[in-house]
C-alpha cells in the first residue's frame, strides 16, 4: 500500500516539475535612440534622338532631361525606429522638332516642335523601421511608410492644323497630389556616420488633380487615380545619409 501511494505522488501533475520555454527574436540595435538622419537623394536623367526609329515611331529628333533632388531629416526617437520629413523638387523638360507616328502604310501621323516643361514640389512625412542583417551593423534593411503632399506647374505646346491654318497652341496646368506609399529599402554604411540608401516603391495610392488653361481661354479639369501593388522598378532612389 506504502508503494502504491509513492507511485502515484509522483505521477502527480502537481509534484512532476514543469519548465517553461520563452523564444525571443534577438533585436540588434542598429539604429539606436536618438541618433538624428540627414542626408540626400538625387537623380538626373537625360536623353537625345537623332533621326531615332523604334516600332511604331520613325524619324525622331528631340531630347529630354529630368532632375530630382530630395533631402530629408529624420529622428530615431527608439531603437530601430525613426521618423521625419522629406522635401523633394523636380524639374522636366521635353522637346519634339519632328517624328512620325506610322501604324501602316495609309495611316500615319506626324508631330514637330512640341515642347513641354513641368516643375513639382514634394512634402513628404516618414516612418522607418530597421532590420539589422544577422548580427552585422554594416549592412541592414528598413521598411519606410510615407505620406507625400504635392504641387507644381507645367507648361505644354505644339502647333496644329496644316497649310495656312498652321498655328501654335500652349496649355498651362497647376496639379495639386496626394500620395502614400510603402517603399523598402537597403542600407550600406561605409563609416560610422555615413551610409548608402536604395529604396523602391513597391506598394502606393496616390490622387492627382488637374486643372488646366489652353490659349488662355479653354479651361478644363482632370482628377487621376493610381494604386501600385507591385516593384516598380522606375521608382528606385540611390542616396547619402549622415548618422549623426
Same mark, same amino acid.
Given at each position: %500500500?506504502?508503494?502504491?501511494?509513492?507511485?502515484?505522488?509522483?505521477?502527480?501533475?502537481?509534484?512532476?516539475?514543469?519548465?517553461?520555454?520563452?523564444?525571443?527574436?534577438?533585436?540588434?540595435?542598429?539604429?539606436?535612440? @536618438?541618433?538624428?538622419?540627414? @542626408?540626400?537623394?538625387?537623380?538626373?536623367?537625360?536623353?537625345?534622338?537623332?533621326?531615332?526609329?523604334?516600332?511604331?515611331?520613325?524619324?525622331?529628333?528631340?531630347?529630354?532631361?529630368?532632375?530630382?533632388?530630395?533631402? %530629408?531629416?529624420?529622428?530615431?526617437?527608439?531603437?530601430?525606429?525613426?521618423?521625419?520629413?522629406?522635401?523633394?523638387?523636380?524639374?522636366?523638360?521635353?522637346?519634339?522638332?519632328?517624328?512620325?507616328?506610322?501604324?501602316?502604310?495609309?495611316? %500615319?501621323?506626324?508631330?514637330?516642335?512640341?515642347?513641354?516643361?513641368?516643375?513639382?514640389?514634394?512634402?513628404?512625412?516618414?516612418?522607418?523601421?530597421?532590420?539589422?542583417?544577422?548580427?552585422?551593423?554594416?549592412?541592414?534593411?528598413?521598411?519606410?511608410?510615407?505620406?507625400?503632399?504635392?504641387?507644381?506647374?507645367?507648361?505644354?505646346?505644339?502647333?496644329?492644323?496644316?497649310?495656312?491654318?498652321?498655328?501654335?497652341?500652349?496649355?498651362?496646368?497647376?496639379?495639386?497630389?496626394?500620395?502614400?506609399?510603402?517603399?523598402?529599402?537597403?542600407?550600406?554604411?561605409?563609416?560610422?556616420?555615413?551610409?548608402?540608401?536604395?529604396?523602391? @516603391?513597391?506598394?502606393?495610392? @496616390?490622387?492627382?488633380?488637374?486643372?488646366?488653361?489652353?490659349?488662355?481661354?479653354?479651361?478644363?479639369?482632370?482628377?487621376?487615380?493610381?494604386?501600385?501593388?507591385?516593384?516598380?522598378?522606375?521608382?528606385?532612389?540611390?542616396? %547619402?545619409?549622415?548618422?549623426?
Amino acid at each position: %500500500m506504502t508503494a502504491l501511494a509513492l507511485a502515484m505522488s509522483l505521477a502527480s501533475p502537481a509534484a512532476v516539475a514543469q519548465e517553461h520555454f520563452k523564444r525571443d527574436l534577438e533585436q540588434v540595435s542598429f539604429i539606436p535612440k @536618438g541618433q538624428w538622419i540627414t @542626408g540626400v537623394s538625387v537623380g538626373y536623367s537625360m536623353s537625345n534622338q537623332d533621326n531615332y526609329q523604334f516600332f511604331v515611331f520613325e524619324k525622331v529628333d528631340g531630347d529630354s532631361y529630368s532632375f530630382k533632388v530630395t533631402p %530629408m531629416a529624420m529622428y530615431a526617437f527608439k531603437d530601430n525606429l525613426a521618423a521625419g520629413l522629406k522635401f523633394g523638387y523636380e524639374r522636366s523638360r521635353a522637346r519634339l522638332d519632328a517624328g512620325s507616328l506610322i501604324l501602316d502604310s495609309e495611316t %500615319m501621323f506626324d508631330a514637330d516642335n512640341v515642347y513641354s516643361i513641368s516643375s513639382n514640389y514634394f512634402a513628404t512625412a516618414a516612418f522607418r523601421n530597421y532590420i539589422s542583417l544577422g548580427d552585422s551593423r554594416r549592412f541592414g534593411l528598413f521598411n519606410e511608410l510615407q505620406l507625400t503632399l504635392g504641387g507644381g506647374q507645367s507648361k505644354y505646346s505644339n502647333y496644329t492644323g496644316s497649310g495656312e491654318n498652321r498655328h501654335p497652341e500652349g496649355t498651362f496646368e497647376k496639379n495639386f497630389s496626394l500620395n502614400i506609399g510603402l517603399t523598402p529599402g537597403f542600407v550600406m554604411f561605409l563609416n560610422n556616420y555615413s551610409a548608402i540608401e536604395v529604396n523602391i @516603391g513597391v506598394l502606393g495610392f @496616390g490622387y492627382t488633380h488637374t486643372r488646366a488653361v489652353t490659349n488662355q481661354v479653354q479651361v478644363s479639369r482632370r482628377n487621376s487615380k493610381h494604386a501600385n501593388f507591385k516593384i516598380n522598378l522606375f521608382s528606385v532612389q540611390f542616396g %547619402m545619409a549622415f548618422y549623426i
